[in-house]
């Protein structure tokens, strides 16, 4: 075979390797421009709650309450909102309450941790049958939570001779060792079931705590019953004005050796008017 005609099939051999490698690294090239660089990925804003910054705000949007600040702010805070009535809703049924002007910070401290949604909800953890219901220092982690963002804080003591134990009373807790003042704790609530007195025990408790109850008084301790033990050792700043027959059904469910429930009896507590109260039953 001649020289030339030899190199032909060689020669188209070459160019069509050639052809194929330039298709090829086009494809490649193509590809590649296809992969998005990183540094020029655009970044989606990220999607924000605002419920959540919102309710965040709110709860940072007041000082950390203290023995030391509580009693200014809690009166200032309270200055222009009128005394007000609750709705204290539970598994057994719904009970109204009211606050007394007269114990002006320890209703305005209840009132404003209403406001916070403190007891939204709490629990009943003491129940004892012819005495209390108490509530609302539970230690579910959203109450201590709550009170570690409000403030664990006391209260000073507000006694009034005619704010009484007389059932159906609402008053705070407080812790008795280490408390020479009395001074009252800030979440803790209780609801005075009672017991009928006879006046042999009101004049005990007359002699031993120095005090003297008007006949007005005693009348209704004997009619009505309450814990006169309690008077003047812990603040009265309250009263129920409907659900009596609630609070007799709370105060016979079935708790342990410690008074705490068996069953967890939840409650929700919230203000259900601005108003001045109407009733005051307890001045006598």
Known sequence: ??????????????????????????DQQTELDSVPIQAEVAIAPLEVDSLAINAKKALLAYPALTDANCEQFLL??????????YELSTSMGE???????????????FQYKV???????????????????????????????MRWLIGKHTLPAEFRSN???FRGALAMGRTYKGNPNKRSASYDFYLVVGRRVTRAE?????????????????ERYVREGGTPHLDFEHTVFGQLVSGFEV?????????DASDWPLRRQEFR????VDVKSTRDDFVN
């Open 202 to 218: 009101l004049a005990r408790v007359e002699r031993e705590k120095g005090i003297s109850y008007t006949e007005a008084q005693k």
């Open 115 to 145: 406001k916070r949604g403190y007891y939204m909800p709490s629990e009943f953890v003491r129940i004892v049958p012819e005495f209390v219901v108490q509530g609302g220092n539970s230690e579910d982690t959203r109450a201590q939570e």
């Open 1 to 26: 075979m001649p020289p030339i005609v030899m190199l032909v099939p060689l020669v188209l051999l070459v160019l069509l390797v050639i052809a194929l490698c330039m298709t090829s690294c086009g």
């Open 95 to 109: 009970i109204g309450l009211e606050t007394f002007s007269d114990a002006p910070l320890h209703s305005a401290n």
């Open 247 to 255: 609070l007799d059904l709370l105060a016979e469910v079935d708790t």
């Open 163 to 165: 704010r009484l134990h």
């Open 76 to 85: 200032d805070w309270a200055k222009n909102r009128p005394y007000q009535r």
């Open 269 to 272: 507590l919230e203000a259900v």
